[in-house]
């Protein structure tokens, strides 16, 4: 199949440009100016008008949660339907986190993985590893995935008991990943002391969702995010600090790309749109609970400085949806049993467009690095996704800028209930997503297929982080 997408304006992360894209088969063939009519393009199965629209690279989310077991239920979206909804909403690769489970292998934990999303994803996907036990057989195994292309580990100074790493584990986990060119995540949180606030708030009655909030203090993400990016440092690796949330650790990843480590992070839209304040209202606010928590609102406004000047790389979603009407009411009477999540996938590219770029913070080309280039760059998928160019994957958005539309349950596509932006209107929409050179999405009708995603095996990034 060949379809030239005509008249729109390109937009990659490194300038924009008047330019007519053609897809031959899975890739992009040729980008340029009147190649309509030209002998390149001719024979195309198809045209796309894009007057008047961007032509952006698909983009990518690097933190996902599909089927994620948490708090005694799992995150509701499935590998189909959200990876569905990621593409309703322009985003035509995830990266997933499989999980290593307390006593098994991590090849255990990629295997599970592997099968829910293989023959269900509707995009492209790839997976980061989550890290529960820290020995010599694990660190063994990280060397075998990085060369199978799961290339990047989370390991987490949040959810004692749980996923909770400690200081030793996480420095040995860092020095086997300076050999093996692999790349750390990091959910930086001091667990340890939340917990013991948590523990004071519900024994003097304060179990409300608001509370998750309270209790997670800033300074607990900001304290974390200093230990861990000094461990790294010692080990002579670089670090990403994943949903970064509060001032307290944007100020110490700061510091630390000033001093010239390897200190990287990203944050997400709940963090730049909502606040601790949505937390409120009664039971209401399990809605909102997630980890690291909202925060006070003052706190957006330096999270938005920090993607103006690069010390945030990526926006991700951190997307881990949970029904309000029966998964998030675990927690009633115990904020500390709501299961820890929210959805989000199908809202980044809209939100970040509405309130970055509509909104005078990001210019159209910083909008696309921070969603899809830098994504790509940061993990290993430079070159392939991310760009609109000869030779990359055609996954490719024709994104209208001036189309308004409001945000709510009742239209997303999600597989949950309800939604954290529930009546607010965003200028900019996605009318017609390509896939690896398939339409998957054109004015808002399905077009695309299960299973159609196929696994990506990445390559290392370290060129680009250091
Ligand atoms: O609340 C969150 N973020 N849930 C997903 C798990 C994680 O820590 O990323
Ligand atoms: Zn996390
Ligand atoms: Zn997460």
Not at 19 to 31: F, K
Not at 215 to 234: D, H, K, M, Q, S
Not at 306 to 318: N, Y
Request: glycine letters at 12%; proline letters at 3%; aromatic letters at 8%.
């Amino acid at each position: 199949m060949r379809i030239l997408i005509a008249n729109g304006t390109v937009v990659n992360a490194d300038g924009a440009t008047q330019a007519d894209v053609l897809v031959d088969g899975e890739s992009i063939a040729a980008v340029g100016r009147g190649l309509q009519g030209s002998d390149l393009a001719a024979r195309v199965d198809r045209t796309v008008d894009a007057a008047g629209k961007y032509v952006i690279p698909g983009a990518i989310d690097v933190h996902t949660h599909m089927e994620l077991p948490f708090g005694g239920t799992f995150a509701k979206d499935t590998f189909e339907t959200g990876t569905r909804a990621a593409a309703f909403g322009g985003t035509t690769t995830i990266i997933d986190f499989a999980v290593q489970s307390r006593g098994a292998s991590l090849r255990e934990g990629l295997d599970t993985w592997m099968a829910k999303a293989e023959g269900n994803a509707c995009v492209d996907y790839g997976f980061h590893m989550i890290m529960s036990d820290v020995n010599d057989s694990t660190l063994a195994e990280m060397d075998s995935l990085v060369s199978e292309g799961v290339t990047d580990f989370k390991l987490f100074t949040a959810y004692p008991g749980v996923f909770f790493s400690d200081d030793g584990a996480i420095f040995r986990a860092m020095q086997r990943t300076e050999k093996n060119g692999g790349l750390i995540m990091m959910h930086a949180e001091n667990g340890l002391a939340i917990d013991i606030v948590a523990a004071d708030l519900v024994a003097a009655g304060k179990t409300d969702p608001y509370y998750h909030g309270v209790a997670r203090y800033p300074v607990f993400e900001g304290e974390a995010t200093n230990r861990v990016i000094r461990l790294a440092e010692a080990a002579g690796v670089p670090v990403y600090i994943v949903h970064l949330s509060a001032r307290d650790a944007l100020n110490e990843v700061r510091a630390a790309r000033d001093r010239g480590a390897m200190a990287f992070a990203e944050t997400c839209p709940q963090y730049l749109f909502l606040s601790l304040d949505d937390l409120g209202g009664g039971f209401n606010g399990a809605k909102f609970v997630c980890s690291p928590p909202l925060r006070p609102a003052d706190h957006q406004a330096d999270l938005w400085q920090g993607l103006v000047k690069d010390d945030l790389q990526v926006v991700s979603t951190d997307h881990c949806p949970f029904d309000f009407e029966t998964q998030k009411q675990l927690g009633v009477g115990d904020f500390r049993k709501i299961p820890n999540g929210l959805p989000g996938v199908e809202d980044r590219v809209d939100l970040l467009h509405d309130g970055g770029v509509v909104g005078g913070r990001l210019t159209k080309e910083r909008w696309v690095e921070l969603l899809s280039a830098g994504p790509a760059r940061m993990f290993g998928l430079a070159g392939v996704k991310g760009v609109v160019a000869p030779g990359a994957d055609a996954d490719v958005v024709v994104y209208d800028p001036a189309r308004r539309h409001t945000i709510s349950a009742k239209t997303h596509h999600m597989d949950v209930d309800y939604s954290c932006y529930e009546g607010r209107e965003v200028t900019g929409g996605s009318d017609v997503v390509l896939s690896r050179g398939r339409v998957i999405v054109e004015n808002g009708e399905w077009k695309g297929e299960k299973g159609w995603g196929r696994f990506l095996k990445r390559k290392t990034a370290r060129e680009f982080l250091t």
